[in-house]
């Protein structure tokens, strides 16, 4: 086997534990989140999941209000 190359760096596979979203960390590290979840949990942006249904969503120049909050069964 060849020897691995000192200035290499070494990734390897982590799930996000909190949106569980896959994405790669460096090895040995203790991340725990993904660069998205970090931003959001540092307080340094909102959370797309809790916006304010009553401001709306502009589509195609018309505010449409949304009605529903969570997914459910069908």
Same mark, same amino acid.
């Given at each position: ?12 596979l982590?799930?996000?534990?909190? +949106?569980?979203?896959?994405w790669? *960390?460096?090895?040995?590290?203790d991340?725990?989140f +993904?660069?998205? +979840? ?5 307080g340094?942006?909102?959370?797309? *999941?809790? *916006?304010d249904?009553? *401001? ?8 449409q ?10």
């Open positions: 086997m060849e020897t691995l190359d000192s200035n290499a760096i070494q990734l390897e982590k799930y996000c534990e909190r +949106c569980g979203a896959l790669l *960390r460096v090895a040995n590290s991340l725990i +993904c660069a998205h +979840c970090s931003v959001i949990l540092a340094l942006a909102r959370d797309p *999941r809790f *916006r249904p009553s *401001r709306g969503a502009n589509v195609g120049g018309k505010t209000i949304m009605f529903w909050s969570e997914g459910g069964n069908a």
